[in-house]
């Protein structure tokens, strides 16, 4: 099995940044990707972005590009989500995924999630 613990959540104002770590134990075989996702309140969770561990290659979702980065520290085991220019519509719970693929199915590892605050 493996283990997902984020941290990096807080309230921030419109145009601030945050950086969120994914830290990632036991099992780490079955990771070869891991992703972010949110849930904003009364929402369904939604995609942020996926990184493929193994070569680093990335996808974002639309509403995030050019604004959010993930990246990684392999020695760590640590996936990171760096926030930028964040705007109220980004306030959600945030989660760490993680799995042998990125397709949604088998992403079946996740953490507690973060909550992301951003206030006008």
């Known amino acids: 099995q493996v283990q997902l613990v984020e941290s990096g959540g807080g309230s921030v104002q419109a145009g601030g940044s945050l950086r969120l770590s994914c830290a990632a134990s036991?099992?780490?075989?079955?990771?070869?990707?891991m992703g972010w996702f949110r849930q904003p309140p009364g929402k369904a969770r939604e995609r942020v972005g996926t990184?493929?561990?193994?070569?680093?290659?990335?996808n974002y979702a639309d509403s995030v590009k050019g604004r959010f980065t993930i990246s990684q520290d392999n020695a760590k085991n640590t996936v990171y989500l760096q926030m930028n220019s964040l705007e109220p519509e980004d306030t959600a719970m945030y989660y760490c995924?993680?799995?042998?693929?990125?397709?949604?199915?088998?992403?079946?590892?996740w953490g507690q999630g973060t909550q992301v605050t951003v206030s006008s």
């Open positions: 995924a993680a799995g042998p693929t990125c397709l949604r199915s088998d992403l079946r590892a």
């Open positions: 036991g099992n780490t075989y079955s990771t070869n990707c």
């Open positions: 990184i493929y561990r193994a070569g680093g290659f990335t």
